[in-house]
Each structure stands twice: as C-alpha cells, then as structure tokens.
C-alpha cells in the first residue's frame, strides 16, 4: 500500500524552493515504490528543550551559530517510540521527532534552500543514541558519521559556481545504495538537477540500523554561524527553508550499503602559530598587569570534544560533534557577580593566521552545557593592539572579556543570570569553550597540533 502522511501536513498546492510541487514530488516517489512521510527542517530550540525538561542538556550548542534539523515522522508500521521530540514546546510539530529509528532500506530527502550569505554552513549526519545491552541502558552518542556538506565544499561544485547562498539544494541521508539511485531517478523525473544532488552517508557498520526499541537513533544538523545580514539570517531562522520526505520502500529488499566514506585529513603541516608563543606570553603579562591587586588565576585548556568515529567506538558522547572544527574548552571555574570579577580571554586570532575561516567563544555552564553570548572574530580582531603597542604580531593576537556588567564593547560577553538556561548563574560551576572552523586549505577543521590553543584568565577582586 502506498502510505502519505497527510495528516502532519496538507500538501495541496504547496511548491518546494525548486518551484515544482510538493505533490508531484510525491507521486513520483510513489511511482518509484516508496511511502511516503512528510517531515520538514526547522530551527531546533536546544535551551527551550533543556529548560522544558525534553533533553538533559543543550548539547554543547555554539552560541554563534543557530541549529536547523530534519523533523520527521516514524516510519509505517513503527510501533517503538523515538526519543525526541519538540511536540511540547512546539505543538504544531506532533507527530516529529528530532531523532528516528530507520531501516536500513530508508532513506530521508531534504530540498530545500541553502541560507543567505553567512561564513558557514553545513548539513551534517549524526548516531544519536544507541541502547548498550550490557549496561541495558539507551545513551546518547550524538556522533557525526563522516564529512559534512559545507560552504567550502558546495561553492566549488559546478551547481554553484554562480553562488551558493539562497540555493536549491538536495540532501539524501541513506545507508542503502539502491534507495540512493530510486530517488535521485525519482528526483531528475520531475525535473531537479541531478547537479544540486548530494548524499550523506549512513555507514552501516558504525551503527544499528532498524525500527525495535534496542536498534540506534539517527538524526541530522543543519549549522549556520554568522549571517552578514542579521535581518536576512533571522528570516531564514525562523523559516522552514524546505521539505524532508521520508521514503520507505514498500517491498523490504535486501539493502545494498555504501562503504564507509573516506574523510579529509586534517592538516596542511604548516605550524605558523607556534611562532607567537613568546608574543602570547607578553599578552598574557599584559592582562595581569591591567589587572594589578586582583586574584588571577589562568584556566587550563584542552581538547573539549574528538571526534564521532572515536565516540561510536568509545560509547561516549560527542555532543554533535563536526569535523569542520576544532573544540577546545577550559578547566571550570565559577563568575561571580562582583564589580569587577571577570574571565579575560586571549590567544591567536586563527583567521588572521588563515588557519580558520571562523573562529568563537562562548561560557557554558557545566550542568546544562548551554552556549551563552558567543564572541567571535568579528568581535575581536585588532583588540590585542593596545595591549602590545608596537608589537608587529599583535595583530594576529586577540583579547575579550566574560563578565556580568555590559562595559560597551564588540569584544565582552555579558552572562545574564536568572533566566534559565539563557544564562549562567554566579555560584554556577562553568567553563570557556572555543571553536575553531575550517582551515582554507582543506575545508574542514585544523589539526589540533598545528594551532595555538585558545586561553583564559579568571580575574577575581
């Protein structure tokens, strides 16, 4: 029998960002022998989740760069629950989840728009959680299953040499090879380019594929940081930039999987930035000594998060990790509200140093793991000048400040308290997390061993 999902959404005279209706699309997919589940992309509200008691945290969110996913419903005949869903806070998604059990004959397309001009961009797969018989327990693991599709990657593409922001663009997220081919012929039948085409693989052997309760979660993250017009940006956000069908076969086949895809390295061997350490040890002096009669105290820092393959086999949480970046965080520390208390951050500019396309900051508290107030390098190229004055690679240094009173500048995170998870409260163990997006050179994050780890000092009255 062929399946539609009419009750999440009415279809009748709706048209994707491609133009072509949103009901063709469908019977052609019906032609080709799928049901068919209608799901959409669509912010993901991780604090709104953590403070309405839906997740245990907000997943380490960059608080510069908001959060899209595929929502979508259980597949046909699904009796197990999913874990996620934004239902409660958001009514109109019932029947949706965030994450899914799926069959290793499914498959999910997303067309859709990318967003307008921004610094980056991406889609990117993920294991999401996964039941642990020994422990008999199901635990998040929120691991990325590969190389996104980013920004750096897409512009190179024939389909995009024209641009690649505000454009059609389509997503398959399979593990099966077979599903893969029966949708694109669906898709370029009624007209899509083969060219805007792209498949995230699931790779069978990094998970458990199926539709029982024991079998692994799925789900998808579609990051954006940075919009050069904070209008324009918000409008996307708040949006539905496209639609995401779920394509179950109607006669269950054996799958046909894809290998597990080779991913870029990491890397160019090019350690420029160690040749500011002496010049980073000047900076450091030079925030004490502005700092002069107060308690300092300089906060370690270490890799944060590795990386989803390392995760998957380690049965640890990821945090939806991406290999577009480098995660780096500090050891806790609390911010109080005195006048004057403060955590001063500091370290390498890493796009000066064109080791980065961006680069941020943000508090997060340890319990809720919410990114608070991001700073970025827009924020705080040039800031080290004054501290340095004279030093000719004060230019590729940066400093900005973490505190509780807004003193005016681009380069001050200001932490409210007292509003949930938008915020960090005084006696609230905490900690400094970095980022630190794709290197030019290889279009996905640098290796840890080529770049100068971010820093921070806690000042204290």
Same mark, same amino acid.
């Given at each position: ?231 324009? *940006?918000? +409008?996307?956000? %708040?949006?539905?930039? @496209? ?7 109607? &006669?269950? $086949? =054996? ?109 997060? *508290?340890? +319990?809720?793991? %919410?990114?608070?107030? @991001? ?7 040039? &800031?080290? $000048? =004054? ?75």
């Amino acid at each position: 029998m062929i399946l539609l999902f009419l009750t999440l959404f009415s279809v009748s005279g709706l048209t994707d960002n491609s133009g072509i209706d949103v009901n063709t699309t469908v019977q052609a997919f019906q032609d080709t022998g799928f049901s068919v589940g209608l799901g959409k992309m669509q912010t993901v509200d991780a604090i709104g989740l953590y403070d309405a008691g839906i997740t245990p945290s907000c997943y380490a969110i960059n608080p510069s760069a908001p959060y899209m996913s595929f929502k979508v419903p259980k597949a046909p005949g699904q009796t197990s629950n999913n874990t996620i869903s934004d239902s409660p806070i958001n009514p109109e998604n019932k029947g949706l989840w965030l994450d899914y059990h799926t069959r290793p004959d499914e498959a999910f397309v997303y067309i859709g728009t990318t967003p307008p001009e921004c610094d980056y961009f991406s889609y990117c797969g993920y294991l999401a959680t996964r039941y642990f018989p020994l422990s008999n327990e199901k635990r998040r693991v929120y691991a990325s299953l590969g190389d996104a599709i980013s920004l750096s990657r897409l512009k190179d593409e024939p389909a995009y040499n024209s641009g690649v922001f505000s454009k059609p663009i389509i997503i398959i997220f399979t593990a099966d090879m077979n599903t893969d081919t029966k949708a694109r012929t669906a898709l370029t039948a009624v007209g899509y380019p083969e060219d805007i085409i792209h498949t995230l693989v699931v790779p069978h052997t990094l998970v458990n594929l199926g539709l029982d309760s024991e079998t692994d979660t799925l789900t998808t993250l579609h990051r954006v940081a940075l919009f050069r017009n904070e209008e324009e *940006g918000d +409008a996307y956000m %708040n949006s539905t930039p @496209g639609t995401v069908y779920r394509l179950t076969p109607e &006669t269950e $086949e =054996e799958p046909a999987f894809f290998d597990v895809p080779d991913v870029i390295p990491r890397g160019t061997g090019d350690t420029r930035e160690m040749d500011l350490m002496d010049d980073l040890e000047e900076l450091r002096q030079a925030i004490i000594d502005r700092n002069e009669g107060y308690e300092v105290q300089d906060l370690t820092t270490k890799i944060w998060i590795f990386e989803g393959y390392d995760a998957i086999q380690r049965g640890i949480d990821a945090l939806g990790d991406i290999r577009d970046t480098v995660y780096l965080n500090t050891t806790n520390t609390v911010l109080g509200d005195k006048p004057g208390e403060c955590i001063m951050v500091y370290g390498v500019n890493h796009v000066a140093t064109k080791k980065a396309t961006y680069a941020n900051f943000g508090l997060y *508290g340890l +319990a809720a793991l %919410n990114g608070i107030e @991001g700073i970025s390098n827009h924020d705080y190229t040039g &800031t080290a $000048e =004054e501290y340095l004055p004279g030093n000719p690679n004060a230019q590729y240094l940066y400093v900005a400040k973490i505190c509780r009173e807004d003193d005016g500048s681009p380069s001050t995170s200001v932490i409210p308290s007292g509003v949930g998870a938008h915020g960090v409260e005084p006696d609230e163990p905490c900690f400094v997390g970095f980022r630190v997006y794709v290197e030019p050179e290889t279009s996905v994050g640098p290796a840890w061993n080529e770049i100068v780890y971010d820093r921070a000092i806690k000042i204290t009255p």
